[in-house]
């Protein structure tokens, strides 16, 4: 894909399999497993198009068409609050 990196211009990427959380609408959808190519200095990672519009059809299917994933995990969330901020 990539013959360097373009935030950092590193030349040196590696083909990986890694998590990508797709995020829509308040909706996510974790996706284990996602071939990409990432940069080993900075850590930047690139996706072909095919991949990404794979993970927003799965997407909407889930969320939209009833299919079920192979599995849901519980995610409890937290507004941060600045008055427990210890510097």
Partial sequence: MNTKC?????KNLTIKKVQ????HDGKFLIVENVPCEECDYCGERYYKASVIKKI??????IHYHGVKSKRELHVPVENFSESVLVI
Avoid: M
């Fill in 20 to 23: 990508y959380i797709y995020q």
């Fill in 56 to 61: 927003e059809e799965d997407f909407n299917n």
């Fill in 6 to 10: 373009n935030l950092c211009g590193n």
